[in-house]
């Protein structure tokens, strides 16, 4: 048998693949190349210093079972560090470094100077009359790191935020794209790691905005004739967070002239970091050359806290109130608050203002009726799960068989209006959903929906089983 570079990561990858978390895997092995084999070392390529140490850090042991299981004790591993061309007209930097020998490497500027043409830039975030040279960060301090607690629900947001942090420009996340539902902390994430980078690099400029603030002062340079004006001031950011950036979808005046700051931004070693309550995969009316910059970093769900998570922040916020509450009271409320941070937080802010507004002692019954209020004041996102119980239900199948490979028309059609009814009920991305309902990719789950719009138009039966499921829903 003919064993090539190729082959041996394959098979490491197969391996790899069975034994980590789905979004881990597309974000730390989807991007390495196997470059070639010698003497039972491969050498395999990763696009930044960056990406090796993270690897080095998390997965080596992992890397060393995967290649010993194909190559024997004797097998080594070969980093090939490539940057990519995209800074101007240099070469790719490469570096070669064996694994777990860290110590060769050292780090390697690319950040170019920017030049302005026009020293007097207007700021738009200066009010008319006052004369404001130093651009003020417009961060909120009290959404920092300390009070955004991991858990498996935002790890890996948190650990991409971190390393942006320590290395604003410097990562192979650029940009770094937080993505999920209302009240899952993309705002406080964002902020968080500029307030990290203000502390840590007190000379970069760092400016948080919503993308409707920045529409808004688009629009006003238009009417004004200061168009470049306000291109060149982002330009001379160093770190630009942009929050909701779903907000640009169909307007094509803003986008265009954010692909201009980005590209130049990017170009120049700067650090971009966008929120958005849609995967770019999902974000309609945005034109393909900015998704595709958008792209480029890294795109990381936060998704709903999981009980310990919920636990852990309730715990917390207590805490940071100097509040004692009964552990009974505490439980109740991560149990039955389970979508939102924002709603747990409410709920338990509500306990406290009642008990010491009204001299109530939180009890587990008054500790029911705020949550019930909480509750029934919130329409509850159905769980994907849910969804694929109740679709394998009315079909009289499991929800395996819902999920199996199988191509047997009915089957297919109960998964399809899963999916269907995934998208329409809850705030995953296409490609959660996917990986959720049998290991899917995201076009796979476009074409179920495309789909069950069409059969719902031409299949009298079919539109009955969408009204019928529909009603189990609301």
């Known amino acids: 048998m003919n064993v090539t570079a190729n082959s041996v990561w394959n098979n490491c990858l197969a391996f790899i693949q069975d034994n980590i978390q789905s979004q881990a895997f597309k974000t730390w092995f989807e991007p390495i190349k ?178 409707e603030k920045f529409t808004q002062q688009y629009i006003e340079s238009v009417k004004k004739n200061t168009r470049n004006d306000f291109i060149h001031f982002y330009q001379l950011i160093d770190v630009l967070i942009i929050d909701d950036v779903q907000f640009l979808s169909g307007k094509s005046g803003t986008q265009d002239v954010f692909f201009h700051v980005f590209n130049h931004l990017h170009q120049n070693g700067k650090q971009v970091i966008l929120t958005s309550d849609k995967a770019p995969v999902d974000m309609q009316d945005v034109e393909q050359r900015l998704l595709s910059r958008f792209k480029w970093g890294l795109s990381a769900e936060l998704q709903n806290p999981d009980y310990e998570t919920r636990i852990s922040i309730l715990k917390n916020k207590l805490y940071r109130d100097g509040v004692e509450m009964p552990e009974d009271i505490v439980d109740y409320v991560a149990k039955h608050i389970k979508t939102n941070i924002r709603e747990l937080e409410g709920a338990i802010i509500s306990l406290i203002a009642q008990s010491s507004f009204n001299k109530k002692e939180v009890t587990l019954e008054l500790a029911q009726h705020v949550v019930e209020k909480f509750v029934k004041n919130t329409k509850r996102e159905v769980s994907i799960d849910y969804i694929q119980k109740v679709v394998s239900d009315y079909f009289e199948m499991d929800v395996a068989t819902l999920q199996s490979k199988t191509r047997k028309r009915h089957i297919v059609q109960a998964r399809q209006l899963a999916m269907f009814f995934a998208k329409k009920f809850t705030k995953a991305s296409l490609a959660s959903i996917g990986s959720q309902i049998g290991k899917r990719d995201h076009a796979t789950v476009l074409h179920a929906c495309k789909t069950v719009d069409n059969l719902a138009e031409t299949d009298k039966q079919f539109r009955k089983y969408i009204d019928d499921l529909t009603k189990k829903f609301s």
């Open 34 to 211: 196997p470059v070639k084999l010698t003497d039972n070392a491969l050498s395999i390529q990763v696009p930044s210093k960056f990406f090796y140490e993270w690897l080095e850090e998390h997965y080596v042991k992992l890397l060393k079972v995967a290649l010993t299981k194909e190559l024997g004790e004797s097998a080594k591993l070969v980093y090939v560090i490539k940057m990519e061309n995209t800074y101007g007209n240099r070469e790719p930097f490469t570096e070669k470094i064996p694994s777990s020998n860290r110590s060769n490497v050292g780090p390697q500027e690319l950040d170019v100077p920017i030049k302005s043409k026009n020293p007097e830039l207007k700021n738009p975030f200066v009010i008319p009359g006052i004369r404001n040279i130093k651009i003020e960060s417009q961060l909120n301090p009290n959404y920092n790191f300390d009070n955004f607690l991991e858990g498996d629900s935002n790890r890996l947001a948190r650990s991409a935020g971190m390393a942006v942090a320590n290395k604003p420009g410097g990562t192979s996340f650029n940009p770094l794209l937080i993505f999920g539902g209302v009240g899952l902390g993309k705002t406080h994430l964002a902020h968080a790691i500029g307030v990290e980078i203000k502390d840590k690099y007190p000379e970069r400029t760092v400016l948080y905005i919503s993308a």
